[in-house]
Structures are given as structure tokens and as C-alpha cells.
């Protein structure tokens, strides 16, 4: 069965910085591109972030670029997302989610979902 | 404002067929692959269709995916009361080297 699990996400200050991780269990890990997927209160779904299974391809949407870093460690089928300069708009529900292809940009589609893990950016 | 257009709502009645567009342009939907999910409140969204018109196993054949040029559908037949939710497109945008997604669209079953 494959499981996503989302931990490090809470309340945080503006301009400081979080580290999101996701382990993943039941499929081979390096074999797939995997994303952030958010959702915002009251919000639809965006996407944030990608990375494919080498690591060698990330992509980024425009309103974290600069500021958040995906890697991944194939080694512990663990995916990363560090998020510096946190802005109020970042809070959102955060989806590690699983591509059905293994390069970023082919992007098949998001077959296995996370339950989503909180990040509330609030003084 | 989303580089992908969905219609906010649609409705019908149970046993009704309904469609939602996904209109995009030659950088994303046009050359990319396109994906549909669906969010019931509460919940992880749940894919329906991925690369374009492939149904995952356990998604009913309600469920279809079709693509045609710069703009994709879905469709849902047979509508039921469960199947009230929010339902988002996806794909590639080569331009910006990013995922998008539509804004949504909100079935409510009359």
C-alpha cells in the first residue's frame, strides 16, 4: 500500500523559516517525480514545487521561487521541502504528492496523495 | 488568476451527464499531459484521470478524461449525490516550467 506521510509543518512568524518532510512507503521511490501541492483556506489547489527522481530537474511556482528548495533522499524514500522568508500567504495545507512519471516536466499526473500537513504563517 | 480556465460551478440532477472544461493554450494543455482530481470536503484530493484520459484503478468508467488542442474535458455520467465536489485540472506549463492547476469547479448535485 502506498502511504505518504507529511510531518514539520505549525504555527511560524513571518520571515522565518520551516522544513517540510514526507516519507513515503509502498512503491520504489526513485522511480517517480514528486511534488507540493497547497491549498490555501478558502483557496483552490496550487502547485508549488517538483522534483524528478534523480534530482536533477526541479521546477517551482513563481510565488515560492527564490524563497523554497525541494530535494529528496531516494536513500530514505524521503521528499523535502525548506521554506525560508515564510509570507502570511503561505499558510495553507501542504499535499506531498506522487507523479505517475519520473521526470518533473512530463508531469503524468498525481496518482498517491499525503493527508496534507498545516503551515499557519501568522505574528 | 489561473493560467488554466474551469467554469466555477455546474450543476444537474442525479442520472444527468455533466462536462467541465479546462481551457489552457499551447504551453501547457496544448503539449503537456492533463490530469483531473477530485476534493470532497475534508479530504485529500483524489485523482480521476491522469495523462490525458488514463482512469487509475477503483475510479469508476463514470469518470472519462479527453483532450482536444488547448482545451480538456471531463465528464461525469450518471451523476450521483456523492459525486458533490470540487473538481480541478491539471498539467505542465513548458513557458513557465511549472504545474498549474484550474480554478475549480464546484458540481452540486440538484
Known amino acids: 500500500e502506498v502511504q505518504l506521510v507529511e510531518s514539520g509543518g505549525g504555527l511560524v512568524q513571518p520571515g522565518r523559516s520551516l522544513r517540510l518532510s514526507c516519507s513515503a512507503s509502498?512503491?520504489?521511490?526513485?522511480?517517480?517525480?514528486m511534488h507540493w501541492v497547497r491549498k490555501a483556506p478558502g483557496k483552490g489547489l496550487e502547485w508549488v514545487s517538483g522534483?524528478?527522481?534523480?534530482?536533477?530537474?526541479?521546477g517551482y511556482a513563481d510565488a515560492v521561487k527564490g524563497r523554497f528548495t525541494i530535494s529528496r533522499d531516494n536513500a530514505k524514500n524521503s521528499l523535502y521541502l525548506q521554506m525560508n522568508s515564510l509570507r502570511v500567504e503561505d499558510t495553507a495545507l501542504y499535499y506531498c504528492?506522487?507523479?505517475?512519471?519520473?521526470?518533473?516536466?512530463?508531469?503524468?499526473?498525481?496518482?498517491?496523495w499525503g493527508q496534507g500537513i498545516l503551515v499557519t504563517v501568522s505574528s | 488568476q489561473s493560467v488554466l480556465t474551469q467554469p466555477p460551478s455546474v450543476s444537474a440532477t442525479p442520472g444527468q451527464t455533466v462536462t467541465i472544461s479546462c481551457s489552457g493554450g499551447?504551453?501547457?494543455?496544448?503539449?503537456?499531459?492533463v490530469s483531473w482530481y477530485q476534493q470532497l470536503p475534508g479530504t485529500a484530493p483524489r485523482v480521476l484521470i491522469y495523462?490525458?484520459?488514463k482512469r487509475p484503478s477503483g475510479i469508476p468508467d463514470r469518470f472519462s478524461g479527453s483532450k482536444s488542442g488547448t482545451s480538456a474535458t471531463l465528464g461525469i455520467t450518471g451523476l450521483q449525490t456523492g459525486d458533490e465536489a470540487d473538481y480541478y485540472c491539471?498539467?505542465?506549463?513548458?513557458?513557465?516550467?511549472?504545474?498549474?492547476f484550474g480554478g475549480g469547479t464546484k458540481v452540486t448535485v440538484l
Open positions: 499551447s504551453s501547457n494543455i496544448g503539449n503537456n499531459r
Open positions: 504528492v506522487k507523479d505517475t512519471l519520473n521526470v518533473v516536466g512530463a508531469m503524468g499526473g498525481f496518482d498517491y
Open positions: 491539471a498539467t505542465w506549463d513548458s513557458r513557465l516550467s511549472a504545474g498549474v
Open positions: 495523462e490525458n484520459n
Open positions: 522534483i524528478g527522481w534523480s534530482s536533477y530537474s526541479t
Open positions: 509502498g512503491f520504489t521511490f526513485d522511480n517517480y517525480a
